[in-house]
């Protein structure tokens, strides 16, 4: 969420709002600014959702999604710089910061690095706050060494490869919402789905993400909350 900038919108925030639970918000690195931030903390808050923290890599042209040679000082910098951004609207608005999650190509770069994802980790246990992450990776391995509470998540418009590793795409891409509550449901009842190569794989998951850049993503994230609904039901 957050993810316009200036004068470009970008995103379904508004229409989405009121379908999710917690809001991964930019921090203005990949996207988003001052305002920007601070209208979608407003937002958030208004309709119950928890906000947290989405920083990416320096790169608006990018949009995040390429990777950067970095330090661990460095990504501990720009992750720190970038939290303590939105806690500051946070703060403003009378809210808390819920967690951390990377955003694209910072988000697997963490997730295949422990010192990396140790940087991060430091900004996580400084604001006492959990991580989102991709499980099975550097973001669950670090998280647990270090006491750090780790929110594993389930990707519905992003495909994994046979070993369970996302697929991050430069570009967003129309989800179908069928596909989309399909995985939800055999995930809900520790079923497999297809990955790209077509082999089963199962995504140990406590969160289910949604992108909020698709086309569609509104359409989705219904989808996604009915098949929820339908297995709390059931």
């Known amino acids: 969420m957050g993810e316009a900038l ?40 208004r309709h119950d959702v928890r906000v947290g923290a989405h920083p990416g890599l320096p790169d608006i042209s990018g949009f995040g999604r390429r990777r ?12 720190l710089y970038q939290v303590a951004a939105l806690t500051g609207f946070l703060r403003r608005h009378g809210g808390e910061l819920n967690h951390i999650k990377p955003h694209g190509a910072l988000y697997g770069m963490l997730a295949g690095d422990e010192h990396l994802m140790g940087a991060a980790a430091d900004v996580a246990e400084l604001y006492g706050v959990p991580v989102y992450g991709l499980a099975g990776t550097s973001h669950e391995k670090v998280c647990q060494d270090r006491g750090i509470e780790f929110v594993p998540e389930l990707y ?13 795409k430069r570009t967003p891409h129309q989800t179908d919402p069928a596909d989309a509550a399909r995985r939800v449901e055999l995930a809900l009842t520790g079923q497999p789905f297809p990955s790209i ?16 850049d698709t ?5 989705v994230a219904r989808a996604v909350r ?5 297995a709390v039901e059931a």
């Open 6 to 45: 200036g004068l470009h919108s970008f995103g379904h925030d508004e229409a989405l709002m009121s379908l999710i639970d917690v809001a991964n918000v930019a921090c203005g690195f990949h996207a988003g600014d001052p305002s920007v931030m601070d209208k979608t903390v407003a937002l958030a808050l």
């Open 68 to 79: 950067i040679a970095l330090t661990s000082d460095e990504v501990r910098e720009i992750v």
């Open 156 to 168: 519905v418009d992003l495909n994994y490869d046979a070993a369970g590793q996302l697929i991050i």
């Open 197 to 212: 190569e077509d082999e089963p794989v199962t995504i140990p998951f406590a969160s289910i993400c949604v992108h909020s």
């Open 215 to 219: 086309p569609n993503a509104p359409a």
């Open 226 to 230: 009915e098949a929820i609904g339908h």
